[in-house]
């Protein structure tokens, strides 16, 4: 029986997204798992993959069409069905096709300093995807120059990969800007917001306002998970050796099943609390921030945590995720020790209750026993949702967590 797919809803507020290549074509056969297409939301490009095995014998829309959520978007059948699929809602993508081709009005307009990209004012009205022009937007490559092999001529991504494989140069020069460039040249530079970073800016405030915020700090003795990781490490190839952040983020989780009300969400009049804990780890992208998610993560063993979580950050930077990756998160962290920080404190990702902000592991002068000696120490930072948890529960947990840092063999038993 044929079976219809719909654009899939990657995290809760998201409205639509734009489908920006079918990977299977009408016809081919399709196993359940299979990707099916890739779709482009706010935050990052992402492969749908086929809930159900068979033949694919409809789309419903086009690449560059942007769809709602959960509006039909293709149908998996056996060769040879017939099948009714209803249409798809045509009116927005056509109207941002129309306004593509429509030369900007001139009217409000202000002049502009200089470019700010690598493409020409003609690129703005190229028929091509979102992600097509941001890609050559990043790679300086002219839209202009490259053929369009989607709908109606319409550049889509492969024809930028195809374009950038064989050479092609760009039609825009661009002299790279020294950093003090704007200040030298006393002339303002605006820059627009990218979909991701309109997608932070925009939850980051609601987070900020709509949840009100507290924050505890604790200090840890590292010593422990340095020596073990070292030791571990030895006996571990290169592209699976464990990082500080694998045992930070094992310890976490292990720590929330003592603190349920943490692994949980505001809902109204009541907590909910999470079946599992799942840990979202945040990762820095070009133009912005994703949260790739481990799930289960309390269950799991540390080299196969570790593993999950090196594949899906490279997936996020690669700009190349699975809707596993990112959604479905209950608690985050956010680890910034690779910059040398010390010590900051996060915006909680709703719906999640807490985020732990991790600074630096470093190695400092420290006290014991009335003596000055060296150790390793580590500033966390947790933000707590005040409608779910109060300071003393959050204190409790950072005590406990230290439970695990500081000796790390409780995660291995």
């Given at each position: 029986?044929?079976e ?15 489908l920006?290549r ?6 081919e ?23 159900a ?11 560059g069409?942007?769809v709602p959520?959960?509006?039909p978007?293709?149908?998996v ?21 129309k ?18 990209a ?8 190229i ?44 039609a825009v ?16 530079e ?19 306002t ?5 924050y505890v ?16 490490n ?32 505001f ?8 079946g ?20 289960n993560t ?7 945590l ?13 700009g ?15 680890n ?28 400092v ?9 060296t ?17 003393a529960?959050?204190?409790q ?17």
């Amino acid at each position: 029986m044929a079976e219809t797919i719909n654009m899939p809803k990657l995290g809760f507020d998201m409205a639509e997204g734009t489908l920006v290549r079918w990977v299977k074509q009408i016809g081919e056969n399709i196993n359940k798992g299979d990707v099916l297409a890739e779709i482009e939301t706010d935050k990052a490009t992402v492969e749908v993959e086929s809930p159900a095995s068979g033949v694919v014998l409809q789309f419903i829309v086009d690449e560059g069409s942007v769809v709602p959520v959960n509006a039909p978007i293709a149908v998996v059948g056996e060769k040879g069905e017939k099948v009714e699929a209803p249409a798809a809602e045509s009116g927005k993508q056509k109207t941002e096709e129309k306004a593509e081709e429509k030369p900007a009005s001139k009217t409000d307009e202000k002049p502009a300093p200089a470019p700010q990209a690598s493409t020409t004012p003609e690129d703005d009205r190229i028929k091509a995807s979102p992600l097509a022009k941001k890609m050559a937007e990043d790679n300086n490559l002219n839209l202009a120059n490259i053929q369009g092999t989607g709908p109606g001529g319409r550049v889509v991504k492969k024809d930028v990969e195809s374009a950038l494989a064989s050479g092609q140069a760009s039609a825009v020069s661009r002299q790279p800007a020294a950093p003090s460039s704007v200040a030298a040249s006393g002339e303002d530079e605006t820059v627009q917001l990218t979909k991701l970073r309109q997608a932070i800016a925009r939850r980051m405030a609601e987070s900020k306002t709509s949840v009100p915020h507290f924050y505890v700090t604790h200090e840890y003795k590292m010593d422990a998970v340095m020596a073990m990781r070292k030791q571990a490490n030895e006996y571990l190839p290169d592209n699976e050796k464990l990082s500080v952040n694998d045992f930070i983020v094992k310890a976490v989780a292990l720590t929330l099943r003592q603190f349920p009300n943490l692994n949980a969400s505001f809902g109204g009049d009541k907590v909910i609390r999470r079946g599992n804990i799942n840990i979202g780890i945040a990762v820095a992208v070009e133009g912005g921030l994703l949260t790739v998610v481990n799930r289960n993560t309390d269950q799991q063993l540390l080299r196969a945590l570790s593993s999950d979580i090196k594949q899906k950050v490279a997936r996020a930077r690669e700009g190349k995720v699975k809707p596993d990756d990112i959604e479905g998160s209950t608690f985050s962290i956010s680890n910034m020790g690779m910059y040398d920080v010390e010590n900051f404190a996060a915006i909680i990702n709703p719906p999640e209750a807490g985020i732990i902000a991790v600074g630096s592991a470093r190695e400092v002068p420290v006290v014991e026993n009335g003596e000055i000696k060296t150790g390793w120490r580590m500033k966390a930072t947790i933000s707590v949702d005040h409608r779910v948890s109060d300071g003393a529960e959050a204190a409790q947990f950072m005590q406990a967590l230290a439970g695990f840092l500081e000796n790390p063999v409780r995660m291995l038993v």
